[in-house]
């Protein structure tokens, strides 16, 4: 299923994870709910393909371990969110369109 592109009306934001919020619910290890907010990463739709972290022109992505999660036990992380350019690269070769960028969404730390 597709990455929820209203999620912050949606979700609560539940935790923060190395400078980015997590907007839940998240009930690890099998649900770990949406990375981040300007650059959004559905953690429970990814399948950890690589193709954003090799396609993003600035390194947003970074590799994170979800040991025991169902769909995969690595996720792409928008480690460096407030570097993105808003070029959607990564909207556009995710597989499974767990990644949303939205200019108009802010960072939130």
Known sequence: MAIDPQ??????HTA??????VW???EEPEVLGIHGTHVAVDFDA?????ACLEDCPVDVFDWVD???HP???????PARENQCI?????VDVCPVDAIDVD???ENRL
Do not use: N, W, Y
């Not at 999620?7 to 609560?12: A, N, V």
């Not at 990814?46 to 690589?50: F, K, L, P, S, V």
């Open 71 to 77: 769909e995969s036990e690595r996720k792409a992380d």
């Open 16 to 21: 923060d994870h190395d400078g980015h919020a």
């Open 46 to 50: 990814c399948i950890a393909d690589g």
């Open 24 to 26: 839940g619910p998240v």
């Open 66 to 68: 979800t040991p025991g």
């Open 86 to 90: 808003d070029c959607m690269l990564c």
């Open 7 to 12: 999620f912050e009306r949606s979700r609560d």
């Open 103 to 105: 200019p108009g969404r």
